[in-house]
């Protein structure tokens, strides 16, 4: 029993002899010893540029893929600026008689119409006003029949001529005043035909001289107001303007009619329009930049005078190829896709005498066939290097350093992992 083993472990031996001298032949690209590490380590210093990865593999970190688009892309500055209303579209609200606040119907952010009440004065003085409006409109009629006597008395030679110019002198002055207190009592809001001595009024009425927004408040119920102390400020949005402030390097590119897209600090989430239409001819104090006026379009809401914002000017619209942000890779200073492609590695051999292809994953069995490489579904893509232009709305525009072919299907998202993968096996992985 004990020869059959010696007998059996001496067969085994040779076969195993037999087969490595075999398969190991000199030459066969199978080196030995310190020639076979040496050629190791120079076939993983190349750089591998093809990823071969499983459906499982793709599916495990979410790959997705995609095309290069053709986007109409804009070249853009970006800029600080501050919105702002033009005083002719800002307007003080006050009374034009001095008094005491009784009702004030608005406040900040109301919207308002040019003529609308927005508070009430009160003041004795407004009936005295319109007391001697009735006195004078009485004198005014007594003085017609005055004169009117004269002119009959002197056309029968039984008057005389003195008391005639008198009584057309105390007519005319009469009606000056009746004229200069009409006039003040229209100012106050009052129509002068619905004054009587039942219907004398002691509140005036404030309105706005302008439709639009109450941006500030500066009196209250009870304070005292004259014609220097305004009681509220209402400010027009409709022709709100975008002050932007642009460097002197960067003004050559700006142009009469440029879009901008704008946001402002307190809230980046809201986008908004404007368009240039005027551009400053000095600079802005010690600066070195010069105001870029812009007028805000399309939707205001939210926007108020005097808010900080930050614009991207549009220089121009180009139609070019682009990708999605995130379908570009950084490594060593360099940017890349990933592109799908039939392509497959250079074939080489591992320590045990397998053929690999550069990019192929593969595994080392100990079975019946060890020599024989694993087949595996796999999808291979090819790393591209590209150069990037600009970036708009989440796209940006590339130029491939090699010609991706047309409709050709790049990764456009979990690039990185792949470039992990060729970083980290040189392509292939055990």
């Given at each position: 029993m004990k020869v059959n083993k010696h007998i059996f472990y001496a067969l085994s031996v040779a076969f195993m002899l037999s087969s490595c001298g075999q398969q190991h032949r000199e030459g066969d690209g199978h080196a030995h010893g310190a020639s076979s590490a040496q050629q190791g380590e120079e076939s993983h210093e190349e750089v591998a540029s093809i990823a071969s990865l499983t459906a499982a593999q793709i599916a495990a970190v979410d790959i997705q893929l995609g095309t290069v688009e053709q986007k109409s892309l804009t070249n853009m500055i970006k800029v600080n600026g501050v919105l702002s209303v033009p005083?002719?579209?800002?307007?003080?609200?006050?009374?034009?008689?001095?008094?005491?606040?009784?009702?004030?119907?608005?406040?900040?952010?109301?919207?308002?119409?040019?003529?609308?009440?927005?508070?009430?004065?009160?003041?004795?003085?407004?009936?005295?006003?319109?007391?001697?409006?009735?006195?004078?409109?009485?004198?005014?009629?007594?003085?017609?029949?005055?004169?009117?006597?004269?002119?009959?008395?002197?056309?029968?030679?039984?008057?005389?001529?003195?008391?005639?110019?008198?009584?057309?002198?105390?007519?005319?002055?009469?009606?000056?005043?009746?004229?200069?207190?009409?006039?003040?009592?229209?100012?106050?809001?009052?129509s002068p035909a619905s004054i009587s001595n039942g219907n004398l009024r002691a509140n005036l009425v404030v309105t706005s001289p302008i439709s639009g927004t109450i941006s500030n408040v500066f009196a209250k119920i009870g304070s005292y107001v004259d014609v220097s102390s305004p009681v509220l400020e209402v400010v027009?949005?409709?022709?709100?303007?975008?002050?932007?402030?642009?460097?002197?390097?960067?003004?050559?590119?700006?142009?009469?009619?440029?879009?901008?897209?704008?946001?402002?600090?307190?809230?980046?989430?809201?986008?908004?329009?404007?368009?240039?239409?005027?551009?400053?001819?000095?600079?802005?104090?010690?600066?070195?930049?010069?105001?870029?006026?812009?007028?805000?379009?399309?939707?205001?809401?939210?926007l108020i005078d005097g808010m900080n914002t930050v614009g991207m000017i549009s220089l121009y619209h180009k139609t070019v190829p682009a990708v999605p942000n995130e379908a570009i890779v950084e490594a060593d200073g360099k940017f890349y896709v990933f592109v799908q492609t039939d392509k497959e590695g250079e074939e080489h051999h591992d320590e045990e005498g397998h053929d690999h292809r550069e990019g192929e994953e593969h595994t080392h069995s100990h079975e019946n066939n060890p020599g024989e490489k694993k087949k595996n579904n796999t999808i291979n893509f090819e790393k591209i290097e590209v150069v990037k232009g600009v970036s708009e709305m989440g796209y940006t525009a590339i130029t491939a350093v090699e010609d991706i072919p047309a409709g050709a299907k790049i990764v456009v998202r979990g690039g990185f992992f792949i470039n992990a993968k060729l970083s980290n096996t040189g392509g292939h992985a055990h």
């Open positions: 005083n002719n579209n800002k307007a003080n609200a006050a009374s034009l008689y001095g008094g005491v606040i009784k009702t004030m119907p608005v406040q900040v952010g109301d919207r308002v119409k040019k003529g609308q009440v927005i508070a009430t004065v009160s003041n004795p003085q407004f009936i005295q006003v319109q007391e001697e409006y009735l006195t004078v409109s009485s004198q005014i009629v007594l003085a017609e029949q005055e004169l009117q006597r004269q002119q009959e008395l002197n056309a029968g030679n039984a008057g005389t001529r003195k008391n005639l110019e008198t009584a057309s002198s105390t007519l005319s002055t009469l009606r000056t005043r009746r004229a200069s207190l009409q006039q003040q009592i229209q100012l106050m809001g009052i027009d949005n409709s022709l709100l303007h975008l002050d932007l402030q642009v460097f002197e390097k960067d003004l050559p590119q700006i142009k009469v009619g440029q879009f901008v897209d704008f946001t402002v600090t307190n809230n980046p989430a809201n986008r908004f329009s404007a368009k240039v239409f005027s551009i400053g001819a000095s600079f802005e104090g010690d600066s070195k930049s010069v105001a870029v006026h812009c007028m805000v379009m399309g939707n205001k809401d939210g």
